[in-house]
């Protein structure tokens, strides 16, 4: 497909990150508290539906309201309207690490999009984020993606956070799966963590945690098939928010410059420059305030100044 997905009011070059509807020792937030720099930010997670395979989900975390002091389905969405105001997109996460959804045929494909849809009337959310990290069905769940974008209509988000393996070749099913969707796909945020040394696109090997790994990684993305704005760079927002791969944020905004201008690259320099490179993502706002707000101050600012 070719034709271009809606921008949905977002910016050229925009910033994601992950709120934790959960707490596991990171700075706990009501979904208003997540910092003005996050363009679009990824409600984590939804839950496996044990009644409908394929179906989702969602449930305030109840520790985390009562952490919170009481934090109600009311409150919640009365937070995604003002981040509406504020002119933020808000989507619901599907997977995560502990993730048990599967889309692997058609019946799952139509529960996964119907109740993806309905969650998304209830609570007011743009869309959602597949970050399926116990395997993906390309096939269905295209299908599915498919289907869910057409009920939601020209507003519709659709971001994703594969593994880097997920995304190392075009074989590879998660990277199918972007491309299958790459008429509604908004962006892909790549994990660039948790993964150790790995090929560039020049077939080189990079350590994972330097502006080569990061930019080799992008280079072999955009040479698959995705356009430079629907490609994102995922990294940890503090050393303790990922098991490792944690790179300094100045790190993230030389990538940046990198892809986009050709400046302050490393060793690897890119075969162009990709000034629509789409932006940055973290886990998570919980950790980026946890760590001082480091990642939305240095790369949300710097991101915002991309032309």
Known sequence: P??????????????????????????????????????IIAVSFADADP????????????????????????????DIAAKH?????????????????????????????????SLMQQYG???????????????????????????????????????TIGMYNTSGAYFQLALAVK??????NTQFYNSGSMNGCNGNVYS????????????????GGLR????????????RAAGSGYVDPSVVDNALDCLATGTHCGSFIPPAKWPTIRGAMTWSTNWDAANGNAFSTTVGSHVHSMP
């Open 2 to 39: 070719t034709s271009q997905p809606p921008t949905s009011g977002l910016p050229k070059h925009a910033v994601t990150g992950y709120w934790q509807n959960f707490d596991n020792g990171a700075t706990v937030q009501r979904l208003r508290d997540v910092q003005s720099a996050y363009d």
């Open 51 to 78: 009644s409908k395979p394929g179906g989702i989900t969602f449930t305030l975390d109840s520790a985390l309201a009562s952490k919170l002091g009481g934090y109600t389905d009311a409150d919640f969405k009365a």
């Open 85 to 117: 105001a504020a002119g933020k997109r808000v989507v619901l996460s599907v997977g995560g690490q502990n993730g048990t959804i599967s889309v692997g045929d058609s019946t799952a494909a139509a529960n996964f999009a119907n109740s993806a849809y």
């Open 125 to 163: 959310f743009d869309g959602v984020d597949i970050d399926l990290e116990n395997g993906v069905n390309a096939t269905y769940m295209a299908q599915s993606l498919h289907s869910l974008a057409s009920k939601a209509g020209s507003g519709f988000i659709l971001t994703m956070a594969p593994e």
């Open 183 to 188: 008429d509604i796909l908004t962006v892909v």
């Open 208 to 223: 994972q945690g330097t502006v080569d790994f990061i930019t080799s990684q992008v280079c072999t993305h955009i040479q």
């Open 228 to 239: 430079p704005d629907q490609v994102g760079i995922g990294v940890p927002a503090s050393s």
